[in-house]
Structures are given as structure tokens and as C-alpha cells.
């Protein structure tokens, strides 16, 4: 399959189907075609194409109906990677498609109030009973739950092994009894995430992802995609948070100064490097060569996205603040929103999707191979590990 | 356009690197500094048998017809062992400067016959090519001035001078050794007075800098490669407290974003080796100057004691790094260029 089959594809698929017509329709039947996501396999949205032709595809179809990549983030990053490495074919017949056209949006029930970083010390309970799972306990920090049909889910399955060993991973029906979704407000006045309270949900044995006991290997493909899906998406030199900085410092030049001007510079070279090797990682991966490059992409964003963003307001010398209304926010609508809104939203960056200092963690250890720091937790069984 | 290595670039590579593992151990070059910094035996081999001196030169004019690609790799490669060697200097700089003349000397260059060497400051940069030298030309086509900060003059059997877009060859000019910064690549003043010199054609000394700009920050991604390796061996190995160092978090933290600048390092030496726009070279300059001189500093502090003694070759990476930094522009220097060239224009400026 090469670009010239795609291209083919796609012009085959537009005469069939009306992108100015049903927007649903149009990205169901988008789906049907593998064009969705080519690299997935065929019959679930793909046609088992390599990677980087799916950039043809949406050079073609850039006119067409798109997705909200905003709400279905989660699905789209998270939980659609987990289905296809672990899910049945049941499973991945039967989410893969509303998961993609959007129909259905998901969210992820993984942190809780004493799990965040050490993630595998999680204390949601799932008992089983008979066909059925019986599940009770307290996410947070749950990114457009008030959206979600379904949830990715990890949670303790048997507390008496050490707590890597005791997980098992879920997909968790949000529209069952006993899934309760409150919202939490953020520093930025709305709220994106919510804390979510689960309490005898049952859910039956086929919505189990892989194995009972295996949901930490699960979990670890649900978050290395999360941080590609956060770091590693492609930009145009100078795009992105750049983009609105230096447009700003064009139309205002009453408020440069130098020292502004010298950290500017800085900035922008450091973002180019940033973006020219998360290319350079795409090229590796599409070259079947994935190197270790992934996991610090994440980390640059973050730093960068806060300093831009920091560095705006400074700039504007902007001392208000669009909107601090408590709602439940639709979207991440960074770019519509003003530059505090920005600001204070990027202080997110380093916390989501692993800190930026567990990140330094698994660099230095994975990559680096430098020895772990001495560790209590790992052999003891996780009811006996001191909370 | 790839930011990857090619096949034939991991060759070169692994061949040069296996001559100077072999040749130009770490050691070997402290030991050398301060009576006869110049390898003039490892040159002859890498120029004659590897035949890295022609790469830049096109076949028909006696060269091996690669491109900045493979002397890229060279250049990362000597970086990692601050090779004490002219290719930079000699294959690199002047070789580009002579390469739109299409002059005879090319082809002894290529075979490493004969040496050259840009009479330009390496204090000079792309945007102020003129500093450090006062050389003019009179009537009869004599030099009369001086240029220091020269790098590779002393072992050079040809200096090529460019004075007024034009580039003359003189040979046996007076070339003062003046104690440098950087041990592994000392610098020179070089003075002429009516001195006889060849026309060899037109000279864009601009364009020349910013093609070697281009290509030293591959060697600098070679010199903070060698440092955070050497460091992360260290700290395996170096025990306080009971543990290896290397398992104290503020330890691997700091390993750790070196590591992601080092990264970071490489896109963009090889983005200015695939794109040679102004824009590329400028960012790889800039980013790479300061990545190599942090992980030098870094590489230093994090052997203690050790890192400061003459005995560890450390300190041949930390000068090689700080001397580079200021070579053919500053990171300051490039970040400005940058400001017209991407349209972040300085207050006053439009
Ligand atoms: C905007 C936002 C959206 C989120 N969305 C979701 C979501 O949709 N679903 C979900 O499940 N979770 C979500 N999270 C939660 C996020 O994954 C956690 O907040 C994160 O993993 C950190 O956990 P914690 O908040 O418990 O902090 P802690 O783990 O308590 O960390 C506190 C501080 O200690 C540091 N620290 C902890 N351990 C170490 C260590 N070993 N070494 C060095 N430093 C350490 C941390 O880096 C941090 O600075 C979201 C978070 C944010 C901010």
C-alpha cells in the first residue's frame, strides 16, 4: 500500500459519499472504507497500511467533516490503542467505530485520591460474581466524564499480591447504576475534570480488557500512547502556542522590550529543536525504529507550553481575565480562550498524563538505565503497604 | 528530506569511530596536548585510507562526491573524541571556500596531500565576517594585515584569504600559535606584510561560515554525546552512601534533561545538514553551542573531584565546548540573526 493506493481510495470514497451531506453518515462511512485510521487493521477503520500514510489521508479529506479531537481525545489517544492490543474481536467490533466517528466519547477512571503517580496503588475494588464484576471506589481528576458513554477503568481485582499484580483493566459503562460524576472546579474557573464515585457498578465479564491480573501491562500501553498523544503531535515551524506568542508580539509593538525580545529568541529555537525531533521520532517510528525519543517529548511540550504561555501574559502586560464562570466546560478551547486562561491551563501539562518528574523517573531508568531509587513497595503485598 | 542517517552515513561512521577508538583514545590526546597537539599520523589515515578529506569534493575534481550528510558523521565522530585533526578546518571551511572556484588545490585536498586553512577568525560569524581580520589587498595583488584566532593555521601548507569577495592563496606566511582556550584545536595569528598571494576567485565568506556554522554543531552534538555517556558510566559505577550516585533522583533528573537536550541536539544537527537554510542553521547553532557546554559543565560537576583534575580528559571536552560556542557566531549572535529571519523583530524594528 502506498501513497498512490490511498489517493486512489480516497478519490473512490468521495464519489460515493457527499462530505457536504450528514456529517454522521459521512465519517460512518469514512470508517467503513479504512479510512479512518489506515494502520489499524481492515474491518475496524484501517486497512492495515503503515503509520504515515494516514498524513495522506487527511491532507485529502482536510475539507471534509473532521473530528472533535478535543472531547474524543481520550478515545481516540487511549482507549482505542488499548482495544486493539488487548481487546476480542467482540470487543473491538463493538466500540472501535462510535469510538472513532465520536458517537460515543470516553473518559479514564485511572487516578484516585491516594493513587496519582504511584498509579498501581490504586484501591478501587472489582469482585467478581459470577458473569459479573461488582465494582466500588472513587476516581478523580476525570477529564470530560459529564461527556463519557465509556470509561477505560483500572481497578484491584486481589489485594493480597504486591500491587502491580493485583489490577486487572476494565471498560466501564458510565451510564450504569452507580457511576456518579461530580465536577471539580479547576484554577481556571470551569471544570474539565470531575471526581467520580463508583459504587456496587456492575459490569459484565466481557467489557474485561486482557487478562484478570494483567491490568498493569494494560495500563502501561494505555499511557505510553498518552504521552505520544500529548507530546507527539505534529506541528508546522513556528505553529502552535508560538504561533499566538509571536502574533501577538507583531501586532504589539509598544510592548516589546529587549529582555523580552532575548527570551523570545530563546524560546522559539528551543520549540523548533522540540519540534524537529519529535519529526525525527515519527520518521524512526514510521521507519519501524522506535526509539527511546517518545518519552521525552512529553516533557519539552509541557516546559515550553508553560513558558509561552507565562511569557504571553508577561508580554500583553494583560492584568485581567476573560472568564472565571464555574461550568462544565464543553472543550479545551485553549486557543479561544485569553492568554491567563492559557496560562493557567498549561500548569496542567506537567500533571497530567504523568508529571514531568515521573517522567524524568522512567527516562533515567528505561532509557538511561540508571539504578531506581531503593523501593519498600514492590514485594509486599499491596493490603499491607503503609497508607 | 530525512532526518535520519542513511546507511552509507552509519558505515562511515562506524569505520571512523573504530580508528579513533583505536588510535585516539582520550589519553592519548592529553598526553599529546601541550607538545604536539596535531595528529598528523591519524590525519594521514583518515584522509588517506577512510578518505574523509574529499568528501565534500565532487569526483570530477578529485574528491569522493559525498555531501554535508557524511561529513556531518565524521564530524560527530571526531567531536567524541576531540580528534586533534584538521578536518574541520582543512576539508570543511577552506574546501568550501574553494569549492565555487573549482581550483586545482581541490584535488590535493582530497587526497590529504596537502592542507588548507580559511585565514578568518573563528571569532568571526556569518553575520560579522570581517572580525578579527584587518587584511588588505594592494596594487600588485600583496597582502599586508593580520588575522588571529585562526583555527587549523599551523598545520595548514596553504592559508586561503578572503579580502573584499575575493580569495587569494598564500603559502609560508608567518602563523604565531598564540595558547588557546581549546587545547584540541589551538588558534593562530597569522600576519602578512606585502606578502605575495594567488587570486584563486570569488569568496562569499558569509555563505562559508554559515555552511561551517551549519556542520559544527554536528561535532558539538559529538562532544555532549561523549560527555553524557562518559557521565552515565560514571555514575553507575561511582558509589556514595552506599549506592551508586547515579540513583539519587537530583542526579538522574538533571542526566535525564540533559539527555532530552542532547536529543534535541541531534534533529536539529541533522535538520541543518538536510536543510541548509539560514533559519536551520541558525537554530542548530544556537541550540547545539549550548547543549554541548551544558553537558560539558555537567559532565564536570557530576564526577566531583575527578572532573576538575588535568589527569580526566573532561576538561578537552568542556574547552573544546566553550571554545566552540564561540565559534563562527555565538548562540546570541545566531538567535539574533533569527529575529529578521522569522519575523520576531526587535522593539524598534518593524
Ligand atoms: C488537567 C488534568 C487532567 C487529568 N485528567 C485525568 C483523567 O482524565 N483521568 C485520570 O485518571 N487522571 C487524570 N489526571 C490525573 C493525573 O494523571 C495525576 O494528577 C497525576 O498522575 C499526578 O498524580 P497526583 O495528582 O496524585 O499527584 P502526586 O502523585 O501526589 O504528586 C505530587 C507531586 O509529587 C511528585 N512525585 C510523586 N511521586 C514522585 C516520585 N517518585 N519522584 C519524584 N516526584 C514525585 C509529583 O511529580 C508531583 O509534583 C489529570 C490531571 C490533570 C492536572
Known amino acids: 500500500m502506498n501513497e498512490t493506493d490511498i489517493n486512489q481510495r480516497v478519490a473512490a470514497f468521495l464519489e460515493e459519499h457527499d462530505p457536504g451531506g450528514d456529517r454522521l453518515e459521512f465519517l460512518r462511512a469514512r470508517f467503513d472504507a479504512g479510512l479512518a485510521w489506515v494502520w489499524f487493521p481492515e474491518g475496524l477503520g484501517g486497512l492495515g497500511a503503515p503509520r504515515e500514510l494516514q498524513q495522506v489521508v487527511e491532507r485529502e479529506l482536510a475539507d471534509t467533516p473532521q473530528l472533535n479531537s478535543g472531547k474524543q481525545a481520550i478515545g481516540l489517544g487511549m482507549a482505542a490503542p488499548t482495544i486493539l492490543a488487548f481487546g476480542t474481536a467482540e470487543q473491538q467490533r463493538r466500540f472501535l467505530r462510535p469510538l472513532w466517528t465520536g458517537e460515543e466519547i470516553w473518559c479514564q477512571l485511572f487516578s484516585e485520591p491516594g493513587a496519582g503517580s504511584d498509579l498501581a496503588t490504586l484501591a478501587t475494588r472489582a469482585v467478581r460474581d459470577g458473569d459479573e464484576w461488582v465494582v466500588d471506589g472513587q476516581k478523580v481528576w476525570t477529564s470530560g466524564a459529564h461527556h463519557a458513554r465509556w470509561a477505560i477503568l483500572v481497578a484491584r481485582t486481589d489485594p493480597d499480591v504486591p500491587k502491580h499484580r493485583g489490577l486487572t483493566y476494565f471498560v466501564c459503562d458510565m451510564h450504569a447504576p452507580g457511576v456518579e460524576v461530580r465536577p471539580l472546579r479547576q484554577i481556571t474557573g470551569e471544570a474539565e475534570f470531575n471526581e467520580v464515585f463508583l459504587t456496587g457498578v456492575r459490569l459484565s465479564d466481557d467489557l474485561r480488557l486482557g487478562e484478570v491480573g494483567d491490568g498493569w501491562r494494560v495500563a502501561q500501553t494505555t499511557l505510553m500512547n498518552e504521552r505520544v498523544a500529548i507530546g507527539g503531535a505534529p506541528t508546522r515551524r513556528g505553529g502552535g502556542v508560538m504561533a499566538s506568542v509571536v502574533s501577538a508580539w507583531r501586532e504589539h509593538p509598544e510592548l516589546r522590550t529587549h529582555e523580552l525580545h532575548q527570551r523570545l529568541l530563546a524560546l522559539w529555537v528551543e520549540a523548533e529543536a522540540t519540534r524537529l525531533s519529535g519529526a525525527r521520532l515519527r520518521e524512526q517510528l514510521a521507519a519501524g525504529q522506535p526509539g527511546p525519543e517518545g518519552s521525552g517529548m512529553k516533557l519539552a511540550f509541557a516546559k515550553l507550553n508553560q513558558e509561552l504561555t507565562g511569557f504571553d501574559v508577561e508580554f500583553l502586560r494583560d492584568l485581567g481575565y476573560d472568564d472565571w464562570a464555574f461550568r462544565r466546560s464543553e472543550d479545551v478551547d485553549f486557543f479561544g480562550r485569553g492568554p491567563g486562561y492559557r496560562y493557567l491551563r498549561a500548569k496542567g501539562n506537567s500533571i497530567e498524563g504523568g508529571t514531568s518528574e515521573i517522567l524524568r523517573n522512567i527516562i533515567s531508568e528505561r532509557v538511561l538505565g540508571l539504578p531506581s531509587e531503593p523501593r519498600i513497595d514492590k514485594d509486599v503485598p499491596w493490603k499491607d503497604l503503609p497508607r | ?350
Open chain 2, 1 to 350: 528530506m530525512t532526518l535520519l542517517y542513511s546507511e552509507v552515513e552509519e558505515e562511515l561512521r562506524s569505520s571512523v569511530r573504530g580508528l579513533l577508538a583505536d588510535r585516539c583514545p582520550p589519553a592519548a590526546v592529553l598526553q599529546r596536548v601541550e607538545s604536539e597537539p596535531n595528529d598528523l599520523d591519524l590525519w594521514k589515515t583518515l584522509a588517506g585510507e577512510i578518505g574523509v578529506a574529499g568528501l565534500l569534493i565532487p569526483e570530477e575534481l578529485g574528491g569522493a562526491g559525498a555531501g554535508p550528510g557524511e561529513a556531518a558523521v565524521v564530524l560527530e565522530e571526531l567531536g567524541r573524541s576531540v580528534a586533534p585533526v584538521p578536518f574541520f578546518t582543512s576539508s570543511v571551511l577552506a574546501t568550501r571556500a574553494l569549492l565555487p572556484t573549482r581550483d586545482a588545490l581541490l584535488g590535493e585536498l582530497a587526497e590529504g596531500r596537502r592542507t588548507a586553512a580559511l585565514a578568518v577568525s573563528f571569532a568571526a560569524s556569518p553575520y560579522a565576517p570581517a572580525r578579527g581580520s584587518s587584511v588588505t589587498v594592494d596594487g600588485d595583488g600583496r597582502l599586508s594585515g593580520t588575522v588571529s584566532g585562526v583555527a587549523g593555521a599551523d598545520v595548514a601548507d596553504v592559508l586561503l584569504v578572503p579580502v573584499d569577495g575575493d580569495l587569494y592563496a598564500v603559502e609560508g606566511a608567518p602563523v604565531t600559535v598564540v595558547p588557546s582556550l581549546d587545547l584540541t584545536r589551538p588558534v593562530a595569528t597569522v600576519t602578512f606584510a606585502r606578502t605575495p598571494a594567488r587570486r584563486v576567485g570569488a569568496c562569499d565568506v558569509a555563505a562559508v561560515l554559515r555552511f561551517g556554522a551549519g556542520l559544527l554543531a554536528s561535532e558539538q552534538l559529538g562532544v555532549a554525546e561523549w560527555c553524557l555517556d562518559t557521565t552515565l558510566a560514571y555514575v553507575k559505577e561511582r558509589h556514595q552512601f552506599a549506592r551508586p550516585i547515579g540513583s539519587f533522583q537530583a542526579i538522574k533528573h538533571r542526566l535525564a534533561d540533559l539527555w532530552l537536550d542532547v536529543v534535541r541536539a541531534r534533529a536539529a544537527a541533522r535538520n541543518a545538514v538536510a536543510d541548509a537554510s539560514s533559519v536551520s542553521v541558525a537554530v542548530a547553532a544556537s541550540w547545539n553551542a549550548g547543549v554541548a557546554v551544558r553537558v560539558a559543565e555537567e559532565a564536570l560537576q557530576l564526577h566531583g573531584g575527578i572532573g576538575m583534575t588535568w589527569e580526566h580528559p573532561v576538561h578537552l571536552y568542556l574547552k573544546r565546548a566553550k571554545a566552540a560556542e564561540i565559534a563562527l557566531g555565538t548562540p546570541g549572535d545566531h538567535r539574533e540573526a533569527l529575529a529578521s529571519l522569522v519575523g520576531v523583530p526587535a522593539p524598534g524594528a518593524e
